[in-house]
């Protein structure tokens, strides 16, 4: 069985260890093959985005899932795929038969320097002076400098918390939302995965922050072995539990072309240690400690649907913003009302009636083709005249606006409505409530930018959210 | 109420229907979906009136109907029935020819003439009737098969659209987005179904109905496999941000009807063409219905092509039949 070890620890053996001195060479390798070649580096880079033009006849590009509950056994299949191309090519350089890709686990509170890119990513040039084929010159310099990806950015307590996978009808989940009806990305593709994307590329034109070039960043495949690393974390949680839906465990993908082409189905791949994936990684424990938020296993109301799938009672709406807010270089905010009373029938579907009921603030068809910051952190009713960081009590959470661009694009692959997210606020309403400071007549949203350009480019861009809206469960 | 009770409680089968129905506030479009499909079936269809033999019928319309047309005069049936569709057919002719001009306009009596000569394409299309007496024959008779043909065919394609609407507003007006939705929809589409008739008919008029449904059906299968289709499906389920109160949410509603309508329309015009050509047979309609609803789904996607060319064999086939 094939290992996949933590990037940092590796590291901290060596700076060079021979995973990644390896994986250096088979980066040259596979740069110095031609766009046609399906185990080329460009090829590879294309599965996953390509703008339309001449592609080799045959080439299975522009394929990534995003925004939707095919987000993580896509990218499964193509970390797979990726990780077979570059272990072939290790091997015809004369190095080991084992190579596995690194996981990059930048939220490991035991590691001080996990938010930092790895010395062998950050230095242009290897120590005989030669170019370093892990750096790229496409990245926000200061991660190149050696600096932090934000405590937010890596934040994974709300990515692991929500207990179904699926999300939508006005709910959160862990994996993303069921197509084509129902639009969202999943909690762990918004933060840590798109924070991640955004923070190493900046706002403006780094490679990790497209989608047609994310894959050409060598750090790109260490970060999606790490998201997908929390797929098993999260599994691994207590009352967590993949759909059963045939429509997503039977869906197929199809990744590169010619005698090594791959072609399987979700259910291919759920269990990673079993052929044809074989693999597991050094760790898949919980992050200690690093849990704000409380761990409901508590069943959802679900219906029993025909096909033996679940079907969860879809959230109220119980208020919305009735215009458009700009996402810009400074904070932007956003007031409206929330229905204090829900629909009566809803009561009947209540999990239990002791607590207060769940709350969750959806941001809705957020679309922008330039962007000022690449995500940005929520506040609810910021008292005026305070600063965010003085009420880190009222964060209700983080949106990334990776994929932001290419789903705003009318003719794109990606739909053309922008990116969806639903967050689970119901321990902010809660405190608010206990503070007095939950009024039924209004209800602030504050945006704050993170992940700001350098100083001397900062723009306003022209990203905004279509409507911010709460649900009540 | 005490731990998870999705047991209902004394009045258990109404408390039980208000939980479905809250789940499921689009249940009222499937109804009317139904219902739509049970009026097409029911309701006369030109082909069922009393007429010649096909095979007369195939004769007229095959062979002499290009010369009728350009002559300008009534095929010379033997039967009664032809002679009164030839006459009327005439007029409309004409109609359907200054529908050809204007393709992309919606003048008002440019569509009256188009209804017309979609009446006419029932004819053609509807393997050897001649209903110019039917329940079809007015303008509102065309215009009511419309309207149900998207009701049924169409809506249903979009509960997704209706479900957002509904599920994204407040839940005392839900319904009220479920209308909007309905209304800005419907407006859209219905102008355009009667303009694919229209060309649809006149198509039919030139090139006999058997030929006309094989292009149509041709081009609908190439459609169907092409990327751009792809893409613009996809563009069918985006969403809205829409106002949760006053005007604006009627507005909000209605505009996302009309915006889905638009893509819905560039998505299916193809297989709605192969409708009218093949002249609205409950079978050829439930089969593009079918293939349209496995569309839906990725696993289908692989299909959906194949299945357009066998709907379009299969009506060729048909009309090889009856010829």
């Known amino acids: 069985m094939y290992e996949r070890r933590d990037v940092w620890t590796l590291s901290d053996e060596h700076p060079w260890h021979p995973t990644l001195e390896w994986y250096a060479r088979a980066v040259d390798e596979l740069r110095a093959r031609p766009a046609s070649d399906p185990a080329g580096w460009e090829y590879l880079a294309a599965i996953h985005g390509r703008k339309p033009g001449a592609w080799p006849p ?73 170019p370093n084929p892990l750096f790229a010159a496409q990245r926000d310099p200061r991660m190149n400098a050696g600096e932090e990806l934000g405590r937010g950015a890596v934040d994974v307590g709300p990515a692991l918390k929500p207990r179904n996978f699926e999300l939508g009808a006005g709910r959160p989940g862990f994996g993303g939302a069921r197509p084509p009806a129902e639009h969202g990305e999943g909690s762990l ?25 994310a894959g050409l960043d060598p750090v790109f495949w260490l970060h999606h072995a790490n998201i997908d690393r929390l797929w098993e974390v999260w599994r691994g949680m207590e009352g967590h ?26 259910r291919e791949v759920l269990d990673v240690s079993r ?34 799938g679940e079907r969860v009672v879809p959230a109220e709406m119980v208020g919305a913003s009735d215009a458009a807010v700009p996402l810009g270089a400074a904070p932007s905010e956003v007031q409206f009302a929330v229905e204090s009373r829900g629909a009566r029938v809803f009561k009947s579907f209540r999990v239990d009636d002791a607590g207060e009921p769940e709350v969750f603030l959806k941001v809705e068809n957020v679309r922008g083709l330039e962007l000022a910051a690449g995500g940005y952190v ?48 119901t321990e902010v309403a809660r405190l608010l409530r206990g503070a007095g400071d939950w009024s039924p007549d209004r209800l602030r949203v504050t945006f704050v930018p993170v992940q700001r350009g350098p100083r001397d480019e900062v723009v306003d861009g022209d990203a905004r959210v279509g409507r911010v809206s709460v649900f009540q469960a | 109420m005490s731990g998870a009770t999705m047991q209902a409680p004394a009045p258990a089968r109404t408390a039980e229907l208000r939980r479905l129905a809250w789940m499921h506030p689009e249940w009222w479009i499937v109804l009317a979906a139904a219902a739509a499909w049970i009026a097409l079936a029911v309701i006369p269809h030109p082909a069922a009136h009393g007429h010649a033999p096909h095979v007369h019928a195939a004769h007229s319309f095959d062979d002499a109907e290009p010369s009728h047309f350009h002559a300008g005069h009534p095929v010379d049936g033997s039967a009664v029935t032809s002679d009164a569709v030839g006459s009327t057919g005439d007029a409309r002719m004409t109609g359907g020819a200054r529908m050809t001009d204007g393709v992309g306009s919606t003048g008002g009596a440019r569509m009256t003439d188009g209804v017309g000569s979609t009446g006419r394409a029932g004819m053609t299309g509807g393997v050897g009737s001649t209903g110019g007496a039917g329940m079809f024959g007015d303008v509102g008779a065309v215009i009511l098969r419309a309207v149900l043909m998207i009701v049924a065919m169409m809506l249903p394609l979009v509960l997704a659209n209706v479900r957002h609407a509904a599920l994204s507003s407040l839940s005392a007006r839900r319904h009220r987005a479920i209308v909007g939705f309905v209304a800005g929809f419907l407006a859209l589409w219905i102008p355009a179904q009667l303009l ?68 819905c329309v560039v998505s299916c015009w193809a297989l709605m063409a192969l409708c009218s050509a093949a002249g609205h047979a409950l079978p050829v309609m439930g089969a593009v219905f079918a293939l349209q609803w496995a569309g839906r789904d990725a696993r289908w996607n692989a299909l959906r092509w194949t299945a357009a060319v066998l709907v379009a064999v299969s009506v060729a086939g048909a009309g090889l039949l009856r010829a």
């Open chain 1, 378 to 425: 929520l506040y609810l009713n910021l008292p005026a005249g305070s600063g965010p960081d003085d009420h880190p009590e009222r964060r209700a959470g983080e949106i990334s606006l990776f994929g932001v661009r290419e789903a705003s694009a009318a003719g794109g692959e990606h739909g053309g409505s922008g990116l969806t997210f639903t967050l689970d606020v």
């Open chain 1, 58 to 130: 045959g080439a299975t590009w522009n394929q990534c899932r995003h925004g939707s509950w095919f987000f993580l056994p896509w990218h499964r299949v193509y970390l797979h795929y990726f990780e077979t191309v570059v272990r072939q090519a290790v091997r015809q350089l004369g190095g080991p038969d084992d190579w596995t890709v690194p996981y990059w686990d930048y939220s490991d509170a035991r590691q001080p320097n996990a938010r930092r890119l790895p010395p062998a990513f950050r230095e242009p040039h290897l120590p005989g002076g030669k």
């Open chain 1, 241 to 266: 539990d993949d759909p059963a839906d045939a429509a997503w465990r039977d869906a197929r993908f199809t990744l590169g072309h010619g005698p090594g082409a791959v072609s399987l189905t979700t």
């Open chain 1, 189 to 213: 593709e918004n933060v840590p995965h798109g924070a991640v994307h955004m923070g190493v590329a900046g706002p403006r034109d780094g490679w990790m922050g497209r989608f047609a070039t």
């Open chain 2, 196 to 263: 694919i008739e229209g060309a649809a008919a006149v198509l039919g008029s030139y090139a006999g109905w058997l030929a006309s449904a094989g292009v149509i059906g041709l081009a609908a299968a190439a459609w169907e496999a092409s990327p751009t289709r792809g893409t613009r499906l996809r563009r069918c389920h985006a969403t809205a941000p829409l106002a949760p109160r006053g005007w604006r949410a009627h507005a909000d509603c209605f505009r996302y009807g009309v915006v889905t309508g638009r893509h």
């Open chain 1, 275 to 308: 052929p044809p994936l074989g693999y597991r990684y050094s760790s898949v424990a919980p992050p200690e400690g690093r849990f704000a938020v409380r761990l409901d296993t508590k069943p959802l109301p679900r219906r029993r649907t025909r096909g033996g």
